[in-house]
């Protein structure tokens, strides 16, 4: 089975602070993607990506950035974590559009 | 984008019971997959169904493409089965439901 694994499952970062969120895959999987979860609102698409060094911006990119250095790695960044992206972020990879996603066991970020 | 529609919003069960959950989508689209989140928040696929009908033990899915409409049937169902459903549906990217949150009393 494919793993999709990220790095932390909760964390607590203070207002202001440089926030990096890893998402490791271990199939070989073109695509990756980053959502998030809020209450209400359902799953979000922030950035996506189909190759190396390739990114797209999804639905609500806005005070976020994307990394994707190495085909098995996709990092989220928050470049000045606020109050408001406080929830729970998903990483998600999958072999291609023909195919479904895998999705990590996310990660609960609190900034206070 | 797509509209994705699921219905109901909540479900609440006794053990043992069946139930019938839906996706209604906007457009034609080229997969639908059924997903389910867990208490702790892991998203779980259950079916990658673009059309066609698929069974898993308890489980079975069925998607009628050409009427935009996708059916998830729970039987027999445990409490283990509590969470939040997903419907999914892909074009370009995927786009979610808001979900059926299922509460499963023994």
């Known amino acids: 089975d494919v793993k999709v694994t990220q790095s932390s499952r909760y964390l607590v970062k203070r207002t202001g602070e440089k926030v990096f969120l890893e998402c490791v895959q271990d199939?070989?999987?073109?695509?990756m993607f980053w959502y998030r979860q809020d209450p209400g609102l359902g799953l979000r698409l922030i950035y996506f990506?189909?190759?190396?060094?390739?990114?797209e911006k999804g639905d609500i990119p806005e005070g976020y950035s994307v990394s994707r250095e190495k085909k098995e790695r996709f990092s989220l960044i928050l470049e000045s974590a606020s109050t408001n992206q406080t929830s729970m972020y998903l990483c998600?990879?999958?072999?291609?559009?023909?195919?479904?996603?895998?999705f990590g066991s996310g990660t609960r970020l609190t900034v206070v | 984008g797509i509209q994705v529609e699921q219905s109901p919003p909540d479900l609440i069960l006794q053990e043992g019971a069946n139930s019938t959950l839906r996706c209604n989508f906007s457009?034609?689209?080229?997969?639908l997959q059924w997903f389910h989140q867990n208490p702790w928040g892991q998203l779980i696929n259950l079916f990658y169904?673009?059309?066609g009908t698929k069974q898993n033990g308890r489980l079975s899915a069925t998607t009628v493409a050409t009427e935009r409409y996708s059916l998830l049937y729970i039987s027999s169902s445990q409490t283990t089965d509590s969470g939040v459903y997903f419907c999914?549906?892909?074009?370009?990217?995927?786009?979610f439901g808001t979900g059926t949150s299922l509460t499963v009393i023994p």
């Open positions: 998600a990879s999958s072999a291609g559009t023909a195919y479904g996603y895998t």
């Open positions: 199939m070989d999987h073109e695509n």
């Open positions: 990506s189909y190759d190396v060094k390739m990114k």
């Open positions: 457009d034609s689209v080229n997969n």
């Open positions: 169904i673009p059309s």
């Open positions: 999914a549906v892909y074009d370009v990217q995927f786009y």
